[in-house]
């Protein structure tokens, strides 16, 4: 019905500016770029673009790490060329969300700056600043504040040697987490946004917003968290999901939100929340998020060493994961999907087959997620079927966590394990610049760009895949139609069948008496699925596979990698 909320219809495409389009042979994309490459958006029909970062930083995280929130990057551009990507959008009937990135700020924003100077400058307390563990010599091995690891290797802890304490970083040393408990930081953050929202920005996709809020105690003091002698621990634990993470959130929506909600998107990047934190951050009733992104799905085939350490999948985990997900979320709250962003693997590389069945595997894998209930997230060239980048050298990595993560383990692993694992983990190979078409750069760049193009983009790019009506691109035009029209894939309910087979993922969505049945192969094996009776004259929605499906009585039989819709009434 018309009272459900836009977004249950719409479909966001991301953009990492960095990797998009340079206009003027730096090497390193622009806001002209995605300008110029607005009808690519239009073509695939997708409702939302949403930005990471393009404003002022040093670029130590790619951006995440903020010097001025009110002003734009120079290697991307002017507010005017924002203003203008937003008025080109609005007139096309697309909406704009911008990253939001307030857990931290960079080192050399004038606040860090400014909290940094002495000890009893006025900003002070704006971050997280402590003296060393008791008894201990600051600034020695052991010494920090906590235990708490950074999500980039080390401590997350620095020691500044003219004021003698140390402040608190979960990510990049030039990351400092913004103290949220003081009321001076929580007011500066919300003008920013209304300052936003008032140059027609559509909405914000938060990032880490779920760890604004830390595990502290009465007396101001940190916990230490569980780890191995000697080593820092998970920093997660006592970072994320904090005691006021909802009252903040609510404060937010009052102070920003309320009176102009309606055309909005909120959505947050909570790495580490359960479906039921999940279900209280998005029930709308509660006034904090629309939608927020889960990690566990993208968790599933890392081992005990985490996202370097990559084992196959297993579908059964999968199915089951994202089937609690639909299910935790089915009467309150809202699912944000996805497979690909700026940090995870190519997902084609990854649940899929990038050799033999590229596009088979990345058609199924677009049409099982786009027909679960949520808001689909395109991440740029997952629409190409973009791949994994396969780098065979430390150099041409760019990634800061890589690299990090690299340093820190260099001693323990061998330079080809190195490189296996970072293949198979770093979040370059999402970075790679989109393959627009098969000259020397792909039409990223007419010079060098920041990281290395795929030498695949000789077959796979844009241009190839317009000219050919069953490509990736197409089939992901053709869901995202299916969104914007069908009421049963924007609001059915979701159920999970066969959650003991291991190569096919199988649901039905039921809206009144139509209900829709969705199989997906994950194996080049044939597969057949058993699906019961009824379904032998239903009609096929869409499907990756030219040729009619083939079902007999009560099974569905599969070729590699095939997906099929179908719907009965
Ligand atoms: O990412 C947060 C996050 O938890 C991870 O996905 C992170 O990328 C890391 O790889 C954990 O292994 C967000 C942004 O999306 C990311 O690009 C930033 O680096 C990070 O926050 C800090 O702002
Ligand atoms: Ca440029």
């Given at each position: 019905?018309?009272?459900?909320?836009?977004?249950?219809?719409?479909?966001?495409?991301?953009?990492?500016?960095?990797?998009?389009?340079?206009?003027?042979?730096?090497?390193?994309?622009?806001?002209?770029?995605?300008?110029?490459?607005?009808?690519?958006?239009?073509?695939?029909?997708?409702?939302?673009?949403?930005?990471?970062?393009?404003?002022?930083?040093?670029?130590?995280?790619?951006?995440?790490?903020?010097?001025?929130?009110?002003?734009?990057?120079?290697?991307?551009?002017?507010?005017?060329?924002?203003?203008?990507?937003?008025?080109?959008?609005?007139?096309?009937?697309?909406?704009?969300?911008?990253?939001?990135?307030?857990?931290?700020?960079?080192?050399?924003?004038?606040?860090?700056?400014?909290?940094?100077?002495?000890?009893?400058?006025?900003?002070?307390?704006?971050?997280?600043?402590?003296?060393?563990?008791?008894?201990?010599?600051?600034?020695?091995?052991?010494?920090?504040?906590?235990?708490?690891?950074?999500?980039?290797?080390?401590?997350?802890?620095?020691?500044?040697?003219?004021?003698?304490?140390?402040?608190?970083?979960?990510?990049?040393?030039?990351?400092?987490?913004?103290?949220?408990?003081?009321?001076?930081?929580?007011?500066?953050?919300?003008?920013?946004?209304?300052?936003?929202?008032?140059?027609?920005?559509?909405?914000?996709?938060?990032?880490?917003?779920?760890?604004?809020?830390?595990?502290?105690?009465?007396?101001?003091?940190?916990?230490?968290?569980?780890?191995?002698?000697?080593?820092?621990?998970?920093?997660?634990?006592?970072?994320?999901?904090?005691?006021?993470?909802?009252?903040?959130?609510?404060?937010?929506?009052?102070?920003?939100?309320?009176?102009?909600?309606?055309?909005?998107?909120?959505?947050?990047?909570?790495?580490?929340?359960?479906?039921?934190?999940?279900?209280?951050?998005?029930?709308?009733?509660?006034?904090?998020?629309?939608?927020?992104?889960?990690?566990?799905?993208?968790?599933?085939?890392?081992?005990?060493?985490?996202?370097?350490?990559?084992?196959?999948?297993?579908?059964?985990?999968?199915?089951?994961?994202?089937?609690?997900?639909?299910?935790?979320?089915?009467?309150?709250?809202?699912?944000?999907?996805?497979?690909?962003?700026?940090?995870?693997?190519?997902?084609v590389s990854?649940?899929g087959d990038d050799v033999a069945y590229r596009r088979e595997s990345a058609?199924m894998?677009?049409?099982?997620?786009?027909?679960?209930?949520?808001?689909?997230?395109?991440?740029?060239?997952?629409?190409?079927g973009?791949t994994?980048?396969?780098?065979?050298?430390?150099?041409?990595?760019?990634?800061?966590?890589?690299?990090?993560?690299?340093?820190?383990?260099?001693?323990?692993?061998?330079?080809?394990?190195?490189?296996?694992?970072?293949?198979?983990?770093?979040?370059?190979?999402?970075?790679?610049?989109?393959?627009?078409?098969?000259?020397?750069?792909?039409?990223?760049?007419?010079?060098?760009?920041?990281?290395?193009?795929?030498?695949?983009?000789?077959?796979?790019?844009?241009?190839?895949?317009?000219?050919?009506?069953?490509?990736?691109?197409?089939?992901?035009?053709?869901?995202?139609?299916?969104?914007?029209?069908?009421?049963?894939?924007?609001?059915?309910?979701?159920?999970?069948?066969?959650?003991?087979?291991?190569?096919?993922?199988?649901?039905?969505?039921?809206?009144?008496?139509?209900?829709?049945?969705?199989?997906?192969?994950?194996s080049s094996d044939?597969?057949?699925?058993?699906?019961?009776?009824?379904?032998?004259?239903?009609?096929?929605?869409?499907?990756?596979?030219?040729?009619?499906?083939?079902?007999?009585?009560?099974?569905?039989?599969?070729r590699s990698w095939?997906?099929?819709?179908?719907?009965?009434?």
């Amino acid at each position: 019905p018309a009272d459900e909320p836009w977004w249950t219809r719409a479909v966001v495409y991301q953009i990492y500016p960095r990797s998009f389009q340079d206009t003027n042979g730096d090497g390193i994309g622009d806001l002209p770029g995605i300008l110029q490459r607005v009808d690519h958006l239009v073509e695939l029909g997708v409702d939302v673009l949403w930005l990471s970062p393009i404003y002022r930083s040093p670029q130590d995280d790619n951006g995440y790490d903020i010097s001025d929130y009110e002003d734009i990057d120079p290697a991307f551009g002017t507010l005017e060329d924002l203003d203008r990507l937003l008025e080109a959008l609005h007139e096309r009937g697309l909406k704009l969300v911008m990253d939001l990135v307030v857990n931290h700020t960079s080192d050399e924003h004038p606040w860090f700056v400014e909290s940094q100077s002495s000890t009893d400058n006025p900003k002070r307390d704006w971050y997280w600043w402590r003296p060393a563990r008791e008894g201990m010599e600051p600034g020695t091995p052991g010494a920090e504040p906590t235990n708490w690891g950074s999500f980039f290797s080390g401590p997350a802890w620095d020691h500044d040697e003219a004021t003698g304490e140390y402040y608190l970083h979960l990510f990049s040393r030039k990351q400092p987490d913004l103290n949220w408990e003081n009321p001076e930081v929580r007011r500066a953050v919300y003008r920013m946004m209304r300052w936003w929202l008032d140059r027609g920005v559509d909405g914000f996709r938060m990032d880490v917003i779920n760890l604004i809020s830390k595990t502290v105690g009465p007396d101001g003091s940190l916990p230490d968290v569980p780890a191995e002698d000697g080593r820092y621990g998970q920093p997660g634990v006592a970072a994320a999901n904090g005691p006021r993470l909802h009252e903040f959130l609510q404060e937010m929506h009052r102070e920003v939100f309320d009176g102009r909600r309606g055309g909005l998107l909120l959505v947050g990047e909570t790495p580490g929340t359960t479906v039921e934190h999940g279900r209280l951050l998005t029930d709308p009733a509660r006034h904090e998020l629309d939608m927020v992104f889960t990690f566990e799905h993208v968790s599933l085939d890392h081992g005990p060493g985490g996202r370097f350490d990559v084992h196959p999948l297993d579908l059964r985990d999968l199915k089951a994961t994202l089937g609690r997900w639909q299910a935790g979320l089915a009467e309150a709250g809202w699912n944000a999907l996805y497979w690909d962003n700026h940090d995870q693997p190519r997902i084609v590389s990854r649940y899929g087959d990038d050799v033999a069945y590229r596009r088979e595997s990345a058609t199924m894998l677009a049409i099982v997620l786009h027909l679960h209930r949520g808001t689909p997230y395109i991440y740029q060239g997952e629409e190409l079927g973009m791949t994994n980048a396969h780098f065979t050298s430390l150099e041409e990595y760019r990634d800061i966590e890589s690299l990090r993560w690299a340093d820190a383990e260099r001693d323990r692993l061998s330079e080809e394990q190195l490189l296996g694992c970072l293949a198979a983990g770093s979040r370059d190979n999402a970075r790679t610049p989109v393959q627009w078409d098969d000259t020397a750069q792909a039409g990223f760049t007419t010079g060098r760009p920041w990281i290395a193009v795929n030498p695949n983009h000789d077959t796979i790019n844009a241009a190839a895949e317009r000219a050919d009506p069953d490509s990736v691109f197409h089939l992901y035009r053709r869901l995202v139609a299916l969104r914007h029209e069908d009421p049963v894939v924007q609001r059915g309910d979701f159920h999970l069948l066969l959650p003991d087979d291991p190569h096919v993922y199988a649901f039905t969505r039921t809206l009144g008496d139509e209900q829709l049945l969705v199989l997906g192969s994950f194996s080049s094996d044939p597969q057949v699925a058993e699906v019961g009776p009824g379904w032998s004259d239903a009609s096929l929605v869409i499907g990756n596979y030219t040729s009619p499906v083939a079902t007999d009585g009560d099974r569905v039989a599969l070729r590699s990698w095939e997906a099929v819709v179908l719907r009965r009434t």
